[in-house]
Each structure stands twice: as C-alpha cells, then as structure tokens.
C-alpha cells in the first residue's frame, strides 16, 4: 500500500519511491525552496490523487516524476530506475514509460482525434496495422468510436480530454499522470473521464498519480495525499484537511 512517510520500503517494486526530495527555483540570492524533504512510496496499480492549494508544489513535484525536470536533491526512482544524477537519455527512456493527461488537453487542432492518438505510436515498434487496432481500441473505450475522424473543434470540452486520455493510454505506459483533467469541465463530463481512465488504467495495470483541486472524485482514490506549502501531509491528517 502507499506510504507517505517511508521505512526501508524496496523501491524495486514501486511504481514511484521518493525519499528525502527537495527542489529549488532560481540561483544565489534569488533561489527559493519548493518542495521540502518529500517522502512517497507508490504501489503499481494504484490510483492516487494529490491535492492541496494552489502553488502548493503539485505541479512542480508532478513534472518531477515524469522526468521533465531534473533531480536536484534527494531520491526519486521510477519503475525501478533512479533519477538523480540520470542522463538526458536514461530520462528520455525512463519518459516512455509515462503517459502524460494535461488540463489544456493540448490536442493538436490541424489534426483528427485518430490523428492526434496515433502520434503517441510514432516511436512505438508495430505495424500499421497494430498500431490501428490499438488506436480504434482505445478511442471506442472512451467513447469516441463515432468521432474518430474529427477535428477538436467539432468535439465538446470532454470529448476532447477523453481523447486526451486515449493518446496517454495507447502505447500503454506504466504510469499516467494527469495534471487537473477536470478543471476545465462540469461535474458530470469530469467525473466520466476520471472513471473512464480508472477503468482503462486498471484494465492495463498501470498507476495513476492525479493531481486535481477537484474534491468531486476524491473518492475514486485509492489514496489521497495532500500537498501544503510544498510538503506532503501525513495520509492520518487528509481525512480532516478535505472534508
């Protein structure tokens, strides 16, 4: 199960470790602090939401873990393979493993769903018929099937995060992690994306580390983790803090 604070735990066998992590912005006079001795072991499999207020370190500690920035300081080891120290390529390599879901969905407008979920292959080793199956599969797993051929602007704003979800999830990362899905959507269309990328996730085996404000899907968590002023809460106090 996941832990907030860690003890000898074999990172081996974690989805994300992270012992001790702590990240600065700026140089000299000008460097500030924003994220603080953060501890987190996360089981394959899981779903986890992380919440807390705005500027809190979420964000920061999200593109951490899916190897878009560097370690700094401290431990963060992902599918087994540390990051401190790495180099370009052993990111890059350690990055194809991750699925990226953005609020902004950043879906490429010149492009159709189809398209759009067929550049996530482009540096996957298939045929083209593969890659066509797998790309059919996964838009008519979230509900797009009829919309394939579509272009952004004819998709409502969740039609266009579900088929955020399907590029994340057809080449079948290990991780998903997805930056405040919801916020851009009503109460019903956040919560179908949210379920439908818990049941694909779960189909496919791999971890989700959600990061949202939205406390509409709290309950989709495994485990919710809390995040103030850049430090993790223990999980004993997030019950209190959320409700």
């Known amino acids: ?41 996360i089981d394959r499999g899981e779903i ?26 401290g431990s963060l080891n992902i599918l087994g393979q540390e990051l401190r120290h ?14 990226y879901i953005f609020q902004a969905h950043n879906l490429l407008n010149f492009l159709t769903a189809y398209q759009n979920v067929e550049m996530a292959l482009e540096l996957q ?21 009829h919309r394939m051929n579509y272009y952004p602007s004819d998709l409502s704003g969740g039609q ?6 399907a590029r994340a999830l057809v ?14 959507l009503d109460k019903k269309s956040g919560r179908d994306v949210v379920e439908i990328m818990e049941k694909l996730a779960k189909e496919q085996g791999c971890t989700i580390l959600l990061v949202t404000h939205d406390n509409r899907i709290l309950d989709l968590a495994d ?11 223990d999980r004993a106090d997030v019950a209190a803090i959320v409700r």
């Open 1 to 41: 199960m996941s832990q907030v604070l860690e003890n000898n735990v074999d990172v081996s066998t974690a989805a994300i470790s992270i012992q001790h992590l702590n990240h600065y912005y700026g140089q000299g006079s000008l460097r500030k602090q924003v994220l603080f001795d953060i501890n987190l072991h």
């Open 48 to 73: 986890i939401i992380l919440t807390g207020p705005s500027g809190s370190g979420k964000t920061t500690l999200l593109t951490l873990m899916g190897c878009l920035r560097s370690v700094q300081d």
């Open 86 to 99: 790495a180099s370009k390529a052993e990111m890059t390599l350690s990055r194809r493993n991750i699925g």
């Open 125 to 145: 080793d298939m045929t083209a018929a593969e890659a066509n199956t797998r790309i059919q599969t996964v838009l008519s797993a979230v509900g797009l099937e």
């Open 160 to 165: 266009k995060q579900r088929v955020a979800i």
């Open 171 to 184: 080449s079948q990362p290990q991780i998903i992690l997805a930056d405040e899905p919801t916020a851009a």
């Open 223 to 233: 485990l919710i983790i809390y995040m103030e002023d850049g430090c993790l809460v």
